[in-house]
């Protein structure tokens, strides 16, 4: 517990400090991260103007192109993950029911599968099957990145200390009652963890978009690749590390605001 | 920490707290416990009557299914045939969650909810009832004085920031907090250091008195049963009753050679502290010797023999010898047995 806590007499100015030092300390890496994501766009914004492009570069590398894959990529990935809470939370909270448990074995198998699957593979296998378009890179994606959170659902609320539970139900709470104020509230860090990993992973695999015609990020990789033009390439692959820093800054902030007081 | 004071405030006061529900008989009818794949009833047609307002302690060595038992009244453990009846009523069948919120049930891990505050932990059955926003803060105020916590420094406080004493002191407000008519408590004082222990089981033993609530407590420390217990059922492989009577009585006429061996060396010095100097005859006049209170039992007069007293006046009544005291055991025995 913070120790201003233990002090009383301390002057109100001395507290203020203090508490601002400790606030400083705690978030550290919140403060400094977006500062470094500042730098690093600033730093690309900088080189990108004083460059000399030729004409494929134009193509690619100019601002409303940008704007453009870093839109595709944002939809892409947080569809995807959308798609991924929506569907591996529910599951989480449903395999650690009593009457669900037995299945948790084999959910986690196929969702282990899900990830091991080369990622391409499943995407290309999926947009010949399916067709091209948004909908299935977003989709193929979603399966790609379901572990994490379904694994730390069900562990958030595996390592729960049973008595909580006990007595949570010994005071008359009905089951559902004790999973909403009890077992969910406590899962949260645990869960919220398991969010990052998805969405920067989902960021990371979103740069495949590009082979079934889902914009993203990938626009300026691929072509950067195949037709030798590094600065298109490195552009591509910067502006990724950018947005998965973001979304894993944004990801810890809410990880801070929504982590219960008390634990 | 803040100790016992308001226990004697509560008791000097007499009834500041809002206690309207006293204790119900509790009824036990067969009682039986049987898990899936074993070929033994864990407890085995149990049958016991809780009588209205008494402290009744489980007491026996571990495995021999005091806490299943105990825990099959308020059906965190389902019974697997028998029945529980509280205050006349059958509850063997009816909504486990109904049930439970009208008997406290406080357990050796304390079980406070982490990421709530001390005082919302103490109002989680009143809200569960629906209470009144006033009606439970001002409960939750009066149930944390009552346990010697001061509500404006300790409710915004969470679990984590209190020591283990004082997390099993809200524990205990928590189990208060709606007014139950049955308490059950699973070895409540088990996981705290031996100071803190003997001052919660005599503050909680000031507490009974007061409240008269029906209790089950289990443990598997005697001296604890002892000191609490208004009866003490002596427990066995499977639950089984060996004997079932006031500490005295258990004391002075062990029903088997099982309860024989649980009360152990020394019964006659352990009854020393059972006995208060009140029910014993003095002869007139005081002595030359320390005085003790009515109030005051044999053991601590036997203190004062030891350390060299030769008499022992007892208020301004009377005297004791040491002929005296043998005298008072050894008829406590006799009206016992």
């Not at chain 1, 947080?78 to 009593?98: D, K, Q, Y």
């Not at chain 1, 990145?145 to 909580?164: A, H, K, M, Y």
């Not at chain 1, 139900?169 to 104020?181: D, E, H, I, N, V």
């Not at chain 2, 208004?230 to 005295?248: C, F, K, W």
Request: charged share 20%.
């Amino acid at each position: 517990m913070p120790k201003a806590l233990a002090q009383p007499n301390l002057t109100a100015g001395s507290m203020y400090s203090q508490s601002a030092r400790l606030i400083f300390k705690r978030h550290r890496s919140l403060i400094i991260q977006p500062l470094l994501i500042l730098a690093l766009s600033a730093a690309l914004a900088i080189t990108l103007s004083r460059a000399h492009l030729d004409v494929i570069e134009k193509v690619t590398i100019n601002q409303k192109f940008i704007f453009r894959a870093i839109q595709d990529h944002l939809i892409l990935s947080f569809a995807s993950a959308a798609v991924i809470l929506a569907v591996a939370i529910p599951a989480g909270i449903l395999l650690t029911r009593r009457r669900y448990k037995k299945f948790t074995p084999i959910v986690l198998i196929l969702a282990n599968i899900g990830q091991a699957f080369p990622a391409v593979g499943v995407l290309i296998i999926a947009g010949i099957l399916f067709g091209f378009g948004k909908p299935i890179a977003i989709f193929s994606f979603a399966a790609f990145g379901i572990l994490p959170i379904l694994r730390n659902t069900i562990v958030g609320l595996q390592e729960i200390d049973p008595f909580i539970i006990e007595s949570a139900l010994g005071m008359g709470m009905t089951p559902k009652q004790a999973l909403r104020q009890i077992e969910l509230p406590l899962a949260v860090p645990v869960i919220l963890a398991g969010v990052r990993t998805t969405l920067i992973l989902t960021v990371g695999v979103a740069t495949l978009g590009v082979f079934v015609n889902g914009g993203g990020l990938g626009t300026l990789i691929i072509p950067g690749l195949k037709l030798n033009r590094e600065l298109v390439l490195v552009t591509g692959g910067i502006l990724t590390v950018i947005v998965a820093f973001t979304m894993d800054w944004l990801a810890r902030a809410a990880e801070e605001l929504l982590r219960p007081r008390g634990i | 920490m803040v100790s016992s004071s308001s226990f004697v405030a509560l008791q000097l006061q007499g009834g500041s707290v809002s206690n309207t529900t006293q204790g119900q008989e509790i009824r036990l009818e067969k009682l039986t416990k049987r898990y899936p794949n074993t070929t033994k009833d864990a407890v085995s047609e149990f049958n016991l009557t809780i009588p209205a307002g008494e402290c009744v302690v489980f007491v026996g060595p571990s495995g021999c299914g005091k806490t299943t038992t105990m825990k099959m009244i308020n059906r965190i453990i389902e019974p697997t045939s028998g029945r529980i009846v509280i205050g006349g009523e059958d509850v063997t069948k009816s909504p486990a969650h109904e049930l439970r919120r009208n008997i406290g049930y406080v357990i050796q891990q304390i079980g406070l909810f982490p990421h709530m505050s001390i005082a919302d932990n103490v109002a989680t059955v009143p809200q569960l009832l629906g209470w009144e926003k006033n009606k439970t803060r001002a409960r939750v105020n009066e149930l944390l004085d009552l346990v010697g916590l001061d509500p404006s420094e300790y409710g915004s406080r969470y679990p984590k920031q209190l020591s283990g004493g004082q997390q099993q002191r809200v524990g205990v407000a928590r189990a208060l907090a709606a007014d139950p008519a049955v308490l059950l408590m699973d070895e409540p004082f088990g996981a705290t250091d031996p100071i803190t222990r003997v001052r919660l089981q005599k503050e909680f033993r000031a507490l009974q008195r007061e409240l008269k609530k029906t209790v089950v407590f289990v443990t598997h420390d005697f001296e604890e049963a002892l000191l609490l217990g208004d009866r003490i059922a002596v427990l066995s492989d499977q639950s089984q009753v060996e004997q079932y009577g006031t500490p005295l009585e258990i004391l002075s006429a062990p029903a088997t050679k099982k309860v024989e061996s649980f009360v152990g060396e020394a019964a006659s010095v352990r009854m020393l502290g059972l006995v208060s100097l009140s029910s014993v005859t003095l002869a007139p006049g005081t002595g030359d010797g320390p005085t003790l209170q009515e109030g005051a039992t044999l053991r601590e007069a036997m203190e004062g023999f030891i350390t060299g007293a030769k008499v022992i006046n007892v208020g301004t009544r009377g005297h004791l010898t040491f002929e005296a005291l043998q005298s008072a055991i050894s008829s406590t025995r006799k009206g016992a047995q």
